[in-house]
């Protein structure tokens, strides 16, 4: 079975930073990218950044120069740092793996608050 476990949500200020890690096991097939979403109450769940197994990224418009995403191979593990939160960045955040075989996997979500 396979398991994304995340960690590193919470509340914090306007301005202010958080990591967001999700570490990804029992992917039979190897990873090829790994990445965030981001959902808000009453919308859609949208893209906020990915990253290849090459290193390539891509990011949402409007995370560009505030979000950085890096991953670990070796460890199976992505991470998302957040600095200059804003209150639009508030949403669950879920960590998505699609493997070689294009399977796709989602892990729980972890919640960002964001105070004005």
């Known amino acids: 079975q396979v398991q994304l476990v995340e960690s590193g949500g919470g509340l914090v200020q306007a301005g202010g930073s958080l990591r967001l890690s999700c570490a990804a096991s029992?992917?039979?097939?190897?990873?090829?990218?790994m990445g965030w979403y981001r959902q808000a109450p009453g919308t859609q769940r949208e893209l906020v950044a990915t990253?290849?197994?090459?290193?390539?990224?891509n990011y949402l418009e409007d995370v560009k120069g505030r979000f950085t995403i890096s991953r670990d191979n070796a460890k199976n593990t992505v991470y998302l740092q957040m600095n200059s939160l804003k209150p639009e960045d508030t949403a669950i955040y879920y960590c998505?793996?699609?493997?070689?075989?294009?399977?796709?996997?989602w892990g729980q979500g972890t919640q960002v608050t964001v105070s004005s």
């Open positions: 998505y793996v699609r493997d070689r075989v294009r399977n796709e996997y």
């Open positions: 029992r992917i039979i097939f190897g990873i090829n990218v």
């Open positions: 990253i290849s197994s090459s290193g390539s990224t």
